[in-house]
């Protein structure tokens, strides 16, 4: 079983940037691939970024490619994502989620994840 707990959102404005970690729990997370999602209102849970279990691949959506970074410290079970040049159109809920498949490389589908986080809001202005 992994909990996950993200944190770090809040509102910031057009241009600024914006640090969000996720805490898990769970000894095995160090094999597990590693996601971030965000949701909007009215709309679908979409990808945002990925990491394989050991932090060698990351994959991002094109929307924030060049501006989000995503790492992982297995030493201390989290995973962050570092957002800059934020824009209105980032304003979602962002949710942590794992991949519970040993050390499987990291997917785009929200379905290959098996544990997901409370969800942070974060909310940009223009």
């Known amino acids: 079983q992994v909990q996950l707990v993200e944190s770090g959102g809040g509102l910031v404005q057009a241009g600024g940037s914006l640090r969000l970690s996720c805490a898990a729990s769970?000894?095995?997370?160090?094999?597990?691939?590693m996601g971030w999602f965000r949701q909007a209102p009215g709309k679908e849970r979409e990808f945002v970024a990925a990491?394989?279990?050991?932090?060698?691949?990351?994959y991002y959506a094109d929307s924030v490619k060049g501006r989000f970074t995503m790492s992982r410290d297995n030493a201390k079970n989290t995973v962050d994502l570092r957002m800059s040049s934020l824009k209105p159109e980032d304003t979602a809920v962002y949710y942590c989620a794992a991949d519970s498949n040993f050390r499987r490389p990291p997917t785009l589908w929200r379905n290959g994840y098996d544990y997901w986080g409370q969800g942070t809001q974060v909310t940009v202005s223009s």
């Open positions: 769970g000894r095995t997370f160090s094999n597990y691939p």
């Open positions: 990491i394989s279990w050991d932090g060698g691949l990351t």
